[in-house]
Antibody, heavy 120, light 112 residues
Framework: EVQLVESGGGLVQPGGSLKLSCAAS????????MNWVRQAPGKGLEWLSYMSGSGASIYYADSVKGRFTISRDNAKNSLYLQMTSLRAEDTAVYYCAREGDDTLLYMDYWGQGTLVTVSS | QSVLTQPPSLSGAPGQRVTISCTGSSSNIGAGYDVHWYQQLPGTAPKLLIY???NRPSGVPDRFSGSKSGTSASLAITGLQTEDEADYYCQSYDTSLGVHWVFGGGTKLTVL
């Protein structure tokens, strides 16, 4: 069974940093591209970042480029999101999601999410 | 402002058929990229409902169907059930500068 479990969320002050983790199981992690997607309270879904299975290809949304860094450790079956210079508008539930198909470009499995609150 | 446009809300009675539209542009749906749909039940993570415009993952009832034409797509739900009350999001890929995977703003479906 495919499982994605996020962790690392919490309360952080504006300007602060936080590192999210996503532990994957039930599939060959290194063979799959992965994404981070967030959802602000009461709002819709926003794609943030993508990383290929090898880590060679990385993309970011403009809203987080230069502040967030995606990474992965295939030996540990884990995906990460390092977030810096956090702002109030970064408050959201952060999901990791597996890329279902590298040609159709959709996300077939999602974690339960971890809440990040940026507030003083 | 979302790249893909969906109606914010929709409602229907049990047993009815509803359709949710998703309108894009020449840089995403109109460029030939597939449309995918996700269902988000209250308080839960999104779940893949339709991929590749019209394909259902295993376990998704055939009451749910998707289609795409030109720069738009739609999700149809027939035989509406109370458990279908959820938020629905369309998603595609965009070649505009600074965006890649794009979502619609979401449609809240209420089953009356």
């Amino acid at each position: 069974e495919v499982q994605l479990v996020e962790s690392g969320g919490g309360l952080v002050q504006p300007g602060g940093s936080l590192k999210l983790s996503c532990a994957a199981s039930g599939f060959s992690f290194s063979s799959y591209e992965m994404n981070w997607v967030r959802q602000a309270p009461g709002k819709g879904l926003e794609w943030l970042s993508y990383m290929s299975g090898s880590g060679a290809s990385i993309y970011y949304a403009d809203s987080v480029k230069g502040r967030f860094t995606i990474s992965r450790d295939n030996a540990k079956n884990s995906l990460y999101l390092q977030m810096t210079s956090l702002r109030a508008e970064d408050t959201a539930v952060y999901y990791c999601a597996r890329e279902g198909d590298d040609t159709l470009l959709y996300m077939d499995y999602w974690g339960q999410g971890t809440l990040v609150t940026v507030s003083s | 402002q979302s790249v893909l446009t969906q109606p914010p809300s929709l409602s229907g009675a049990p047993g009815q058929r509803v359709t949710i539209s998703c309108t894009g542009s020449s840089s995403n749906i109109g460029a030939g990229y597939d449309v995918h749909w996700y269902q988000q039940l209250p308080g839960t993570a999104p779940k893949l409902l339709i991929y590749g415009n019209s394909n259902r993952p295993s376990g998704v009832p055939d009451r749910f169907s998707g289609s795409k034409s030109g720069t738009s797509a739609s999700l149809a739900i027939t035989g509406l059930q109370t458990e279908d009350e959820a938020d629905y999001y369309c998603q595609s890929y965009d070649t505009s500068l600074g965006v890649h995977w794009v979502f619609g703003g979401g449609t809240k479906l209420t089953v009356l």
